[in-house]
């Protein structure tokens, strides 16, 4: 939910979502440690001793101008069902990291399932960027394939990413800043929108 804060900014929350080891606590990392243009306040992460996200990690980045984007991970290991559907709570836009390994298919389906679910009414409504990532791996799983059994064939901008190498994950996260801001202060810009990312995404997977 758009609010404005005591000071009179405008906060964004975007959560990354996906399943545990899919690269989202990286991608944080990378946009902290690389991305130019942006103020940037502390990140914060609370892991385990493997380092797997046992909260959450938080990044608020600052625009020129009164806007601020709150992002936040999950974490996804299953037993964390609580802690996920408290984070996503509110989101204005929502990353929907995917692992292109062919081990984490089942769990990125999980995944995707849960957050069905959990937006219930709401999803459609809210933004969804999908990032397809580690897709260096050598037998990364094909493009198409991972968004067939995902049924993520809808109205979602899909990138491609390299989260260890930084490929990729500013675009995804600028889409996911647009589309937050579209969607909550121009509500009927972006169903126009959705209606041609849904057709975009279609053609890609052939559909
Ligand atoms: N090969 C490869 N490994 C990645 C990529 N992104 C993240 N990883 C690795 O995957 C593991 C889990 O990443 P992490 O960001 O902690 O996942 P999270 O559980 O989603 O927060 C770490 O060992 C990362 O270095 C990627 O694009 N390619
Ligand atoms: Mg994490």
Partial sequence: MVFKDKYGHYRFKIVLYGPSLSGKTTMLKILYNKIRGLKKGRLR???????????????PLKTSGNIFFDLYTVPGQRRHKTQRRLILKGADSVVFVADSDPEALEENIYSIQELRTFLGNEWGEIPIVVALNKRDLPDALPEVMMLR????????????????????????????????VLARIFPEAFRREIKILARETRRKLGL
């Fill in 45 to 59: 992460m609370v892991a385990d001793q493997s380092g797997r996200t046992i909260f959450f990690d938080y990044l």
């Fill in 149 to 180: 059994v995902m049924r993520l064939d809808g109205p979602y901008p899909v990138f491609k990413t390299v989260a260890i190498e930084g490929l990729g994950v500013k675009r995804v996260f600028q889409e996911a800043c647009r589309l937050a």
